[in-house]
């Protein structure tokens, strides 16, 4: 787990005993950048001893994406990722990211420098998983909220956050399904969503939802809204309408943003 410090420092806590000791250590900072501490941070892995982070920070007045890798076999470091070539801006809370395999790492941001926002996506296919970024546009408005991924096995990644319904303009969770084919991302299908009235989401409280995988490969989600954490598996079958609400669990709600992150 991953955490920005008051002090601008990104700290590190791990467990080698399946959690019954919890230790500590501080990864530092990216020289001539400040992290943003107001926006999440999320790490990905594509294997056993690597660990991928991705920071939204300040370099004069532009925030960029700050990685920070770990190789248990060749140590780690620091790098920025490109600007957006357009005009070098954009502006968000938090980023997304997921590996598939060995080498290949993709994060995703939602810009509300845009009206509508839009989502952005960064990938690289460089063996050691650094350099060689690119920036490329997903989608314009189709989500209001920041994004959580996974890998889905190879050349796959799904998607969820919070959109609004193209009719009626209610708040959904609305989840994409990308196929990467030759490198080349394609969309199968539509995002489906789920309307507030069927979930009785507070919206206007609700962060981003979390995706994690279960059996089988298909996604089970986490929505933190007031004092309240859901649990979502989904159909085993598209369309993604088919929810099953697994759980609901209350949370102390001065811990709610952390259990959110932490899922």
């Given at each position: 787990?991953?955490?920005?410090t008051?002090?601008g420092?990104?700290?590190?806590?791990?467990?080698?005993d399946?959690?019954?000791?919890?230790y500590a250590?501080?990864?530092?900072s990216m020289?001539?950048?400040n992290f943003?501490?107001?926006?999440?941070?999320?790490?990905?892995?594509?294997g056993v001893?690597?660990l991928?982070?991705?920071?939204?920070?300040?370099?004069?007045?532009?925030?960029?994406?700050v990685?920070r890798?770990?190789?248990s076999?060749?140590?780690?470091?620091?790098?920025?990722?490109?600007?957006l070539?357009w005009n070098?801006?954009?502006q968000?809370?938090?980023?997304?990211?997921?590996?598939?395999g060995?080498?290949?790492?993709d994060?995703?941001?939602?810009?509300r420098?845009?009206?509508?926002p839009?989502?952005r996506h960064?990938?690289?296919?460089?063996a050691?998983?650094?350099?060689?970024?690119?920036?490329?546009?997903?989608?314009?408005?189709?989500?209001?909220?920041?994004?959580?991924?996974m890998a889905?096995?190879k050349?796959e990644?799904?998607?969820?956050?919070?959109?609004?319904d193209?009719?009626t303009?209610?708040?959904?969770m609305?989840?994409?399904?990308y196929?990467?084919?030759?490198?080349?991302?394609k969309?199968?299908?539509?995002y489906?969503?789920?309307?507030k009235?069927?979930l009785?989401?507070?919206?206007?409280?609700a962060?981003?939802?979390?995706?994690?995988?279960?059996g089988?490969g298909y996604p089970?989600y986490?929505i933190v809204?007031?004092?309240?954490?859901?649990?979502?598996d989904?159909?085993?079958?598209?369309p993604?309408s088919?929810?099953?609400?697994?759980?609901?669990?209350?949370?102390d709600?001065?811990?709610q943003?952390?259990?959110?992150?932490?899922f």
């Open positions: 787990m991953f955490a920005l008051t002090a420092m990104l700290q590190h806590y791990g467990t080698a399946a959690g019954a000791t919890v250590d501080n990864w530092g020289p001539g950048v943003d501490t107001s926006a999440s941070c999320e790490v990905a892995s594509w001893g690597r991928d982070v991705f920071c939204v920070a300040w370099v004069t007045d532009r925030q960029r994406i990685h890798w770990y190789d076999s060749t140590g780690g470091g620091w790098e920025l990722l490109p600007a070539a070098g801006r954009f968000t809370t938090g980023v997304t990211a997921a590996s598939w060995r080498g290949r790492l994060v995703w941001l939602i810009d420098f845009t009206s509508p839009t989502m960064a990938g690289t296919s460089a050691n998983g650094t350099g060689g970024w690119t920036w490329d546009v997903w989608s314009v408005g189709a989500f209001t909220s920041d994004i959580d991924a889905n096995g050349g990644y799904q998607l969820a956050g919070r959109c609004n193209d009719v303009g209610r708040p959904m609305c989840h994409w399904t196929v990467d084919w030759f490198n080349d991302y969309s199968y299908g539509t489906f969503g789920v309307e009235s069927e009785r989401f507070d919206w206007s409280s962060r981003k939802p979390s995706i994690v995988a279960v089988g089970r986490a809204d007031k004092c309240r954490l859901t649990i979502l989904q159909s085993r079958t598209l993604f088919n929810l099953v609400l697994a759980a609901q669990y209350p949370v709600c001065s811990t943003s952390v259990v959110d992150q932490a």
